[in-house]
């Protein structure tokens, strides 16, 4: 090959190891023909800043490459796949064995998807109460499909096993009824033609549609809104009641023919067949959910739920934290007496008991997996959409760790992700125990303890995007305290305690007293304002339910809805069709409020589901650059307006694609993946709209741009610089303009958020809440992010992030430390003060990490 490859000297193989995966000529995203030699059977981190390339060398080279063998090894018909979903950009991998990736993708979100389907926990219970349940005298036994509520033979008949029962009445489809019908009475109705088209087909009927709707006889408003009748009417579009009335009776030639739909059956057809979650999160809120009546909310038929198993019910089993569960099963897989009430009934014979022990010695080795991992606040129902990416990826490494599988690569993106270093000591055990099965372990991670014990180290960098992509250092740890280039080897080997700083004095204190959520019970917290806080604990402690429920839910009920507590009302929430209703936060705000003009969460929430949403359009910063080619001398000779050169708007986009430029491959047994749409090949643009040019750039080549190529691209057009140089400040320079949402972690979309946020114009006090602003950042990356967020509080404003980073806890002014465990065993105020005076506390499960992040210890 003619171009040189970045490569660094052939290592020695570790003792132990059985060779390596040699890599040559790695070109994926910005890797500059990286060879790498990477040792198996060892713990193997990857690091590196953000974007320096590091996850395109594990996931999309080494994995990818895995997987692509997998699937030519299956079946002629994956060939085809493996075309459309790509080829990883390397020249040869040698000594690759079959690799399995953890990640913290989502995939598909559904609350029918939980805890325990996800670790399939779920069925060995189900067997546990088919097989060794206690039975009703004169019950036939039941199998274990009969046990779960996502099948119709153990679905509760009322709620079809979603456990709760969905209510629309009039007050809630009508919430002002001195509107006339014309004047959207009926609020549900849909907007725009098919709402006008409901209100024409009725003045058909004879209905009067301007009349105030309460003055309507109760016998009208009953059919329009309850009807299951489906009258297919002449339509006259455009015609008042009167002309409307002549026209029926000449018989004229109507616009159409119109068929009615009432205004509930409208909706639950909405809510439980629309592909879009926009449409359903408007009808639901015309709905009231309740408990189920007849299963109560257990989602299981009768039957079922009269099987109990040491005297609770599956319903009732499936509630309990992991680490009840966990005392629970205990006795049952010991076979101590008296474990089970059923011990003394005549029915439970040596068979049952036999199968009781067996099921449950399995059951409780996957639960003491899954609670030494931090995870023991966890409930099996518990669904999987309200979990954060850090505890999805530690639930499937626990399932990983019962399957026994050896020889295998797992490739692992960031496991330490939402953990609070106590429990990273559980997390590195996990890791060696899939290591002395016999397996590698390639691990993309930021957590300097984890890069400390590490077996072998790859740099990748030196920076992010165009100025990453090589590799720095390949080799055991020590060997990185050598390599100048490296951003990761000062935060490995340099001490980075904060130096002795003022802290900022409060100008006041926000109070919250009597907080109750989840596992908070009468909590007081006090928050001081025009500083910056940091709220700490161990994982399922309840420091999320105090600042990014309680908090958010009692302030931002006293600002009022346009108080922007969310800076991300451009998305449609998920709705979860099964989801419980939104439980709500008990409690008080006694003092503070008067300080505090605006409410903002900054949260890890994607910002857009599709590929059709992405950097340059959340930030606005997109609108700026479409005038910019409106305003072109070829632009203006084709009479193109911005609408032109916008994605979204049939005129400018691809047809085949429809300005995605990606089209969908559904993949069977697999997540569908996103392949280059065959008409554009991912330009988004048709030719005409392409043939524009500013600055000699086509807007597909502006969106392909890098933030920090952009920044000399826009030098001199103010309006769309400011937004670039926050996003470069904020250290996400690498990310390219158009680089599809579906593409960002968690992490990047808050940043991006938070990006979005600070080139406003702020006004009046705000309050920023940020969750775990931290994840997936290196150290370097942290240092920049603190900048901003201290740039904030130095503008007058109050910072609060819920945060496991002890550097940053380390940083901040204030600390309030949740805990001092888990679940039921968390929820207390442990400590509050400054970093200095919570590091000494005693009973803290934080206090001796941040005392090392002090220096102090």
Request: include cysteine; hydrophobic fraction near 40%.
């Amino acid at each position: 090959m003619a171009s040189k490859h970045n490569s660094v000297t052939p290592p020695q193989a570790l003792p132990g190891s059985s060779g390596f995966v040699k890599v040559r000529g790695a070109r994926e995203h910005n890797l500059k023909n990286v060879d790498v030699d990477i040792p198996r059977d060892a713990l193997v981190v990857f690091t590196g800043v953000s974007g320096s390339g590091k996850s395109s060398l594990a996931f999309s080279t080494v994995y990818a490459e895995a997987q692509r063998r997998y699937f030519e090894s299956v079946a002629p018909y994956a060939r085809r796949l493996i075309d459309q979903v790509g080829v990883p950009d390397v020249d040869a991998i040698d000594g690759l064995p079959p690799a399995v990736a953890l990640q913290q993708q989502r995939g598909t979100p559904s609350t029918r998807s939980s805890v325990g389907s996800v670790t399939t926990l779920s069925s060995l219970v189900r067997m546990l109460y088919s097989r060794a349940g206690h039975y009703p005298p004169g019950q036939a036994m039941l199998y274990a499909e009969d046990f779960s509520p996502n099948l119709p033979q153990g679905a509760c008949p009322e709620c079809h096993g979603l456990g709760r029962v969905y209510e629309v009445t009039e007050a809630t489809m009508v919430p002002d009824p001195s509107l006339t019908i014309r004047e959207r009475a009926i609020a549900a109705w849909p907007l725009a033609w098919q709402g006008q088209n409901l209100r024409d087909i009725l003045v058909t009927l004879g209905y009067d549609v301007d009349v105030p709707w309460r003055d309507l006889p109760q016998e009208q408003r009953d059919w329009i809104l309850f009807t299951e009748e489906h009258p297919t009417v002449p339509v006259y579009a455009g015609l008042t009641p009167a002309q409307t009335r002549t026209a029926l009776k000449r018989k004229a030639e109507p616009s159409y023919q119109g068929t009615f739909t009432g205004a509930r059956r409208y909706i639950l057809h909405t809510f439980t067949h629309s592909q879009s979650a926009l449409m359903k999160k408007r009808v639901s809120q015309y709905m009231i959910g309740s408990a189920c009546p007849l299963c109560d909310g257990k989602r299981l038929k009768r039957e079922a739920l009269s099987v109990t198993f040491a005297g609770v019910d599956i319903g009732e089993l499936s509630r309990l934290p992991l680490l009840q569960l966990g005392e629970l099963l205990e006795p049952v897989a010991q076979n101590r007496e008296g474990h089970n009430h059923a011990h003394n009934d005549s029915s439970f014979t040596v068979e049952k008991r036999l199968a009781a022990q067996r099921i449950a010695q399995d059951l409780l080795e996957r639960v003491q997996a899954l609670t030494d991992l931090g995870l023991g606040y966890l409930a099996l129902e518990r669904s999987t959409p309200s979990l954060s990416s850090g505890e999805l990826q530690r639930l499937r490494l626990a399932t990983q760790l019962n399957s026994q599988l050896f020889g295998v690569i797992y490739v692992l993106d960031e496991p330490s992700a939402g953990l609070h270093p106590a429990d990273g000591e559980a997390l590195y055990t996990a890791l060696q125990k899939l290591q002395a099965a016999g397996n590698s372990l390639f691990v993309v991670e930021h957590d300097t303890e984890i890069m400390r014990r590490a077996d072998w180290l790859i740099d990748v960098g030196p920076a992010a995007g165009e100025r990453g992509g090589q590799v720095l250092y390949s080799g055991p740890p020590a060997g990185l305290a050598k390599i100048k280039a490296s951003q990761t080897r000062s935060y490995l080997f340099d001490d980075h305690s904060p130096k002795a700083e003022a802290r900022r004095e409060p100008q006041g204190w926000l109070r919250l007293e009597g907080v109750t959520r989840n596992n908070l019970r009468d909590l007081s917290a006090e928050f001081p304002l025009g500083c910056f806080t940091a709220v700490t604990g161990i994982s399922g402690s309840g420091k999320s339910s105090l600042v990014s429920q309680a908090l958010l839910e009692l302030v931002g009920a006293h600002l009022g809805p346009h108080s922007g507590q969310s800076s991300d009302s451009r998305e449609p929430q998920e709705l979860n069709l099964e989801d419980d209703t939104p439980q709500s936060s008990e409690g008080r705000v006694t003092r503070g409020l008067e300080h505090i003009k605006r409410l903002v969460q900054v949260d890890q929430k994607p910002i857009g589901r599709t590929p059709r949403s992405n950097l340059a359009t959340y930030t606005g910063l997109f609108d700026n650059v479409r005038k910019l080619f409106a305003a072109t001398a070829e632009a203006r000779a084709a009479g193109f307006d911005a609408g032109q050169f916008s994605f979204n708007v049939a005129k400018g986009r691809c047809p085949g694609c429809e300005g995605e430029g990606f089209v969908s491959v559904e993949l069977l047994f697999m997540p569908s993946v996103y392949a280059p749409c065959p008409t554009c090949h991912g330009a988004r643009y048709n030719p005409e709209t392409l043939a524009i040019h500013w600055q000699g750039l086509t807007i597909a080549q502006v969106l392909q741009l890098t933030v920090e190529q952009a920044l000399a691209v826009f030098a001199e057009q103010p309006a769309v610089l400011r937004a670039l140089q926050v996003l470069a400040d904020i250290g996400l320079g690498y990310l390219r303009l158009g680089q599809p949402a579906t593409e960002l972690s968690g992490g990047e979309a808050q940043r991006i958020k938070l990006a979005t946020e600070l080139q406003r114009n702020q006004r009046g006090a705000s309050l920023y809440v940020l969750d775990e602003p931290t994840t997936g950042l290196h150290p370097l990356d942290v240092d920049r992010l603190l900048v901003q967020l201290n740039a904030l509080v130095d503008g007058g404003h109050t910072v609060i992030v819920v945060e496991h980073e002890m550097r940053v806890v380390a940083q901040s002014d204030w600390v309030i430390d949740i805990g001092p465990g888990a679940g039921d065993l968390g929820g207390q105020l442990v400590a509050a003060g400054t970093p200095q005076q919570v590091a000494k506390v005693k009973g803290s499960r934080t206090a001796p990490y941040l005392a090392r992040a002090l220096g102090l210890g």
